[in-house]
Nanobody, 125 residues
Framework: VQLQASGGGLVQAGDSLRLSCTAS????????VGWFRQAPGKEREFVAA????????YYAESVKGRFTISRDNAKNTVYLTMNSLRPEDTAVYYC???????????????????WGQGTQVTVSS
């Protein structure tokens, strides 16, 4: 499985961005797909995910109401739309997928087997 993340950039606080995660070699609609981020000097943290078992989206508290995870099955792509961006959202954003994560583990990075290369999001104040 290869994941390609894109869409990052430099924006101002309050702006929006949409990240894309496109897969080859696996159908994302049948797998758990998550977005994570890692800021300099910090651990990788959960942002949002779809669990393979259904269409419910799950979010970190810090992004709930501002970020939306969505997908286009025809394009085998998952998106992360980020609104009202804040400087503390600055990080490298990664998408990840795995065919067998249980629901209680979708926030745990080490549970994901396949990772994209990351895309930088920088939010200036």
């Amino acid at each position: 499985v290869q994941l390609q993340a894109s869409g990052g950039g430099l924006v101002q606080a309050g702006d929006s961005l949409r990240l894309s995660c496109t897969a080859s070699g696996r159908t994302l609609s049948r797998q758990t797909v998550g977005w994570f981020r890692q800021a300099p000097g910090k651990e990788r943290e959960f942002v949002a995910a779809f669990h393979r078992g259904g269409g419910t989206a799950y979010y970190a508290e810090s992004v709930k109401g501002r970020f939306t995870i969505s997908r286009d099955n025809a394009k085998n792509t998952v998106y992360l739309t980020m609104n009202s961006l804040r400087p503390e959202d600055t990080a490298v954003y990664y998408c990840a997928t795995d065919p067998s994560i249980i629901l209680s583990s979708i926030r745990v990075p080490r549970q994901y087997e396949y990772w994209g290369q990351g895309t930088q999001v920088t939010v200036s104040s």
